[in-house]
């Protein structure tokens, strides 16, 4: 199932509800990432965060603490 086609708002539901699923951060906002991982966090679902190695370091840091533990990055 694709989910880089949901928005935000869907992706927030699924992952407050405990689903696991893997997403591109090439078109999403930063705000929005930060959202769907805090999400994650409370609903003890596993984010894989694809497209985001050129990010820089001080982002990627802010995304893993909104979601500690529960957001993986390839």
Known sequence: MEFDDRSTE???RLAAAGASFTI??????????LRIAT???MG????CLT???DGDFDTLLRIAAAG???VDFR
Do not use: M
Not at 24 to 33: E, K, P, Q
């Open 10 to 12: 869907e992706l927030i």
């Open 24 to 33: 591109s951060g090439t078109h999403r906002a930063f705000d929005d990432i």
């Open 39 to 41: 999400a994650a966090k």
């Open 44 to 47: 003890s679902a596993r984010i």
């Open 51 to 53: 497209d985001l190695g």
């Open 68 to 70: 500690p533990g529960v």
